[in-house]
């Protein structure tokens, strides 16, 4: 539990050795169940995508998915019979995880898991049967402008953060953005205020977040397959944690959340499996001219 530590390894077991209730914030990106490895070739940066229940889920998880958590493996089998046994698996792989993530969480805390098209609708099924539905406060659009077009649908540029409280005590500090509309037409149902150029005002945050992607060429890009800017997250860790909060990301892929935790004042705990993960981390706090000591807990081998 101690400030700035990634633990590496399989993040169910350190999650496991987390104490109930210690977690202010969880923000994540987990995998999508893509179906195929994100991999970089310049760094070795990656991950696998694709998922069984022999390789990714023990025996043990599935007794207690299905034993302990019915809600949960009743999501799984419609999965299976939807989607097929990959799809399952990665619930199943992903359902423990979340499990453990709702345990950890303070009674004021969060949950910002960010997903896609791939298996969001079917997570988002997960969420419900674990913190129950009343508790989903938002689906967040993060809209983005990268390239690419088809000629046989819309072109595909979002993704979805899920955000669920523990219980309805939780931390939230409301966000305003700029709103060409609350100036124009003289919107009274939110508040504003006259923004510094005089032709802007400040609107209540809605729940679609345009937010540029990140690009290869950019100072912030590390060469992580799916980096996330530090703009969303700090967004994410502004409106749902208080200076001093503890921040977990479980996986923390290229540290973003991390980085965007120590650049607010939170302290934070990271996760990741990829052996080149601490590096990373201290190479873009080293970036952001952040001068701090990174604790690296390693997990022991199995058996």
């Known amino acids: 539990m101690?400030?700035?530590?990634?633990?590496?390894?399989?993040?169910?077991?350190?999650?496991?050795?987390?104490?109930?209730?210690?977690?202010?914030?969880i923000a994540t990106d987990p995998p999508f169940n893509k179906r195929r490895d994100f991999f970089a070739a310049e760094n070795g940066a990656g991950f696998r995508d694709r998922w069984s229940w022999e390789r990714d889920v023990a025996a043990e998880g599935v007794d207690i998915?299905?034993?302990?958590?019915?809600?949960?493996?009743?999501?799984?089998?419609?999965?299976?019979?939807?989607?097929?046994?990959?799809?399952?698996?990665?619930?199943?792989?992903?359902?423990?995880?979340?499990l453990e993530m709702h345990r950890v969480l303070h009674p004021t805390g969060s949950l910002f898991l960010h997903i896609d098209r791939s298996a969001g609708a079917y997570v988002k099924l997960l969420l419900d049967a674990i913190f129950g539905p009343e508790r989903c406060r938002n689906e967040i659009v993060w809209l983005y402008k990268t390239g690419g077009a088809s000629k046989r649908w819309f072109s595909r540029k979002h993704d979805i953060i899920l955000f669920y409280s523990k219980t309805d005590a939780y931390t939230f500090h409301p966000q305003r953005e700029k709103s060409y509309l609350a100036h124009r037409y003289g919107f009274s149902n939110i508040e504003v205020e006259q923004d510094a150029d005089g032709y802007y005002r400040l609107a209540a945050m809605r729940d679609v977040w345009d937010i540029p992607a990140l690009r290869g060429n950019q100072a912030e890009a590390v060469g992580y397959p799916t980096q996330k800017p530090l703009a969303l997250y700090e967004r994410i860790i502004r409106a749902a944690?208080?200076?001093?909060?503890l921040v977990l990301d479980p996986f923390c892929g290229s540290g973003t959340t991390a980085v965007a935790a120590e650049r607010?004042?939170?302290?934070?705990l990271v996760m990741d499996i990829w052996d080149g993960a601490f590096a990373m981390l201290r190479q873009r706090l080293e970036a952001q001219r952040l001068d701090v000591n990174v604790r690296l807990l390693r997990d022991a081998p199995a058996g």
């Open 2 to 25: 101690k400030n700035r530590t990634l633990f590496q390894g399989d993040n169910l077991r350190f999650l496991r050795a987390l104490p109930s209730d210690s977690i202010q914030l």
């Open 65 to 98: 998915l299905r034993a302990a958590h019915p809600a949960l493996w009743a999501v799984i089998e419609a999965a299976r019979l939807g989607q097929g046994e990959g799809m399952s698996a990665y619930l199943g792989w992903l359902g423990l995880r979340l």
């Open 241 to 245: 944690s208080n200076p001093g909060d």
């Open 264 to 268: 607010l004042g939170r302290r934070w």
